[in-house]
């Protein structure tokens, strides 16, 4: 398949993530069906993609879109919680679904029955295997991972990777489909986190560690680790942006593939989530900072 013949792009799950990436798809010129099986989810989704953090009012405002534009973006978009009507005459299938394995293999399986042969599957996972993934298909070779990173509108790096029976074909059409939406795809072989989430979860974990041993506080070690190294955030902010939740289940699949104990969830992080603390995400109490009443 060629980029340029796409007449329709599905994004299943309307999350955080789901929205970014319709968002970009949208902006990009494609025709797009957002899909959740929440009406609310799909109702905060156009929300948070007109006048979200990274939203396109936020791009009118500073003179990067003009305001007919912002609204031939939006036409772009349709939702639906059928997956019917979702499936239908799809050239490519996103899934941005909660990172669980039988969640994934359950809704690849329905649109695999549902959509044509010609459409192509990607996942947007971040942990779970590529080739566990495609099993719950016929259609292997036409199944690829394409992990996107939040914020999905500013992220450049899509990490592309290949499941046992990924053609060719479908591999350079995700990397050319990428590079139109003015990505840079960087390919990664396919082992239970990839590389990005694998590398990002030893920094979450091991500060998890560090301030289990005592030897610094929250607040300490994100600090340190901002203006000792320079990174942007330290391991609680970002474990409390991208969901403390979704570090713990990644930590135990990982664990689950490599029997590594350093991969397992320490029981702090676990402790946070059985009580509800999850970070910055709809219906949670809160993050590492509120749990401890950090100000």
């Known amino acids: 398949m060629n980029v340029e013949n ?85 050239d490519l299938v996103i899934e941005a679904v909660s990172e669980n394995l039988e969640l994934k293999k359950k809704i690849w399986n329905q649109y695999d029955e549902l959509c044509p042969e010609k459409t192509i599957f990607a996942s947007n996972t971040s942990t779970i295997m590529i080739t566990d993934q495609a099993a719950a298909t016929e259609r292997a070779d036409r199944f690829i991972g394409m992990h996107w990173f939040n914020p999905a509108p500013v992220m450049k ?67 340190m680790c901002k203006l000792g190294f320079g990174f942007p955030m330290g391991p609680f902010e970002l474990m409390d942006l991208t969901g403390i939740d979704i570090i713990m289940h990644a930590g135990e699949y990982v664990y689950s593939i490599t029997g590594d104990p350093n991969d397992k969830a320490p029981i702090t992080l676990r402790k946070l989530v059985t009580a509800g603390y999850i970070g910055k995400k709809p219906g949670s109490r809160g993050g590492w900072y509120d749990f401890y009443n950090i100000k």
Do not use: H
Request: hydrophobic residues 40%; proline residues 3%; charged residues 30%.
């Open 6 to 90: 796409i007449k329709k792009i599905t994004v299943v799950g309307a999350g955080v993530m789901g929205n970014g990436i319709t968002q970009v798809c949208a902006r990009n010129g494609f025709k797009v069906m957002m899909v959740d099986v929440n009406e609310e989810v799909l109702k905060n989704a156009y929300k948070q993609i007109k006048d979200g953090p990274f939203g396109l009012s936020r791009l009118v405002e500073k003179g990067k879109i003009k305001s007919d534009e912002m609204e031939q973006i939006i036409n772009n978009i349709e939702s639906t919680t059928d997956p019917r009507e979702a499936a239908k005459d799809a």
């Open 157 to 223: 790096l899509i990490e592309v990777i290949r499941g046992a029976l990924t053609s060719d074909s479908t591999f350079n059409f995700i990397v050319e489909f990428s590079k139109k939406l003015g990505k840079i795809p960087v390919e990664a072989s396919d082992s239970p986190g990839f590389f990005t989430s694998r590398f990002i979860s030893e920094f979450m974990i091991r500060g998890v560690r560090m301030f289990e041993e005592g030897m610094a506080g929250i607040k300490e070690i994100d600090t």
